[in-house]
């Protein structure tokens, strides 16, 4: 299996359900993380691929090739600062050009419309992370035949190895790739992409000679946003893909026996699959994580019309979270609970409950405001205190998910990104 240079990210962050020695890995035995230490302050070392570009984000990245993106330059670029991960600076906004301008063909990256995550292997353990990028141009118009909707990019494992998989279809070695989708007989394919090919935004260079994946199109499932997620069948313990295809929603996926959906039903109210996520959370198994209970993250009823000034003004209800407490070992399920302030529900025993409620109280939204976790009037068995931590406000122009919510992946914490009027907001862990 190929390796590409080794990318490294250092997070220096408050302690997750650790043992009380040795480092974690997300990765199988052998394939050791690099260390991590507990610390109340929060840090953020990123060390680039080899020759790729400054390591220092107020730099900023060399400019990238935008009419071929698949070029070295550019792939360097988005190697080196992986998806989700923790960096400020005035390098931030450049990085996450040149990721609109290569995987998605917009004008700004919003952190709602795509998806990034390190896929479950059948073992349970953790293995490459991936990004999904939905393709902007192409999620408004239903293709009547063959044609590129999202980009795809493994970062690999923490040693490089650019591990596939084989539920998503995602070859072995693959770095950049391209999600084609044939409707009309119901079948997808991701396709790797050589550096010789134009990326998926010039149309995903050569169409795939085969299609081993199938594509359910949920027709009149209702209104959907903009977006792409890895979504997760818990009764098959499988990954699958979910996104906006014109009108509708498409479910694509490798296991015949899954029955995909485009909506959820969450306190009575039904949302489209587009808008909240879901994945299994990552606890620790000796000196690596796995995945444990799993959990969803859905927005608050209304969030796409919460304004600024109404954020400046005081605490409001954004999103609510729910995790499945049968679906891990009851320590597991503890720390999550403790960590979103979560209560069971009275009408649905096993399942914990809670909402997130933010403040943006700096000027125009800029800087850190405060979040808060807690239970919801609906779940409230206590009068537990909430949970505040600060957070961080990633400003957005086009800003097409509005109103939408996920889960974001860090290495050693879990996190989640939330639509918030003039951007998308994020809890600093």
């Known amino acids: 299996m190929r390796k590409r240079p080794p ?53 900023g990245p060399p400019q990238a090739d935008t009419e ?49 995550q390190r896929l479950v292997r059948d073992d349970r353990t953790f293995g490459s992370l991936v990004g999904l990028f939905p393709l902007d141009a192409a999620m408004d118009t239903l293709p009547t035949g063959p044609a590129a909707v999202a980009s795809v990019f493994n970062w690999g494992l923490i040693d490089g190895t650019l591990e596939g998989h084989q539920g998503l279809g995602i070859e072995g070695g693959m770095e950049w790739g391209c999600l084609w989708i044939d409707v009309p007989s119901e079948r997808a394919a991701i396709a790797r992409l050589p550096p010789s090919e134009p990326g998926c935004v010039f149309g995903g260079g050569t169409p795939p000679d085969s299609y081993p994946l199938q594509l359910v199109r949920h027709a009149d499932s209702g209104t959907h946003p903009r977006t792409a997620r890895w979504r997760w069948h818990q009764e098959a313990s499988a990954h699958y893909i979910g996104l906006k295809c014109g009108d509708d929603f498409c479910s694509i996926f490798a296991d015949t026996s899954l029955t995909p959906s485009a909506t959820k039903v969450f306190g009575g109210r039904t949302v489209s699959a ?30 796409a019309t919460i304004t600024m000034d109404q954020f400046q003004t005081g605490f409001r209800f954004v999103a609510s979270i729910e995790l499945d407490g049968d679906s891990a070992e009851q320590d597991a399920v503890d720390h999550y609970v403790a960590k979103f302030n979560l209560a069971e529900a009275a009408h649905q025993p096993g399942l ?39 957070v961080a406000l990633q400003e957005g122009t086009m800003h097409a998910a509005m109103g939408s919510t996920r ?17 998308c907001c994020t809890p600093m862990m």
């Open 7 to 59: 990318f490294a990210v250092r997070l220096l962050a408050r302690p997750v359900l650790r043992p009380r020695s040795g480092a974690l890995s997300k990765e199988p035995p052998g394939l050791a993380a690099p260390g991590r230490h507990a610390s109340a302050t929060l840090a953020l070392v990123v060390v680039a691929a080899a020759g790729a570009c400054d390591p220092d984000p107020d730099s």
């Open 68 to 116: 071929h993106p698949v070029q070295s330059g550019t792939a360097g670029i988005i190697r080196a600062w992986p998806c989700d991960t923790r960096f400020e600076g005035t390098g931030f906004q450049r990085v996450m050009e040149v990721y609109a301008t290569a995987l998605t063909g917009g004008a700004t990256l919003e952190q709602e419309v795509h998806d990034c």
């Open 274 to 303: 587009g808008e909240f996520d879901e994945q299994p959370l990552a606890v620790p198994s000796g000196n690596r994580l796995v995945a444990g209970p799993v959990a969803w993250i859905v927005p608050a009823p209304g969030l």
């Open 352 to 390: 914990f409950a809670g909402q997130i409620h933010m403040h943006l109280a700096t000027p125009a939204g800029l800087g850190p405001g405060w979040i808060e976790y807690g239970p919801g009037a609906a779940f409230r068995s206590s009068s537990s205190a909430l949970l505040e931590r600060r």
């Open 407 to 423: 889960w974001r992946w860090l290495e050693d914490d879990e996190s989640s990104w939330v639509s918030c009027s003039a951007g």
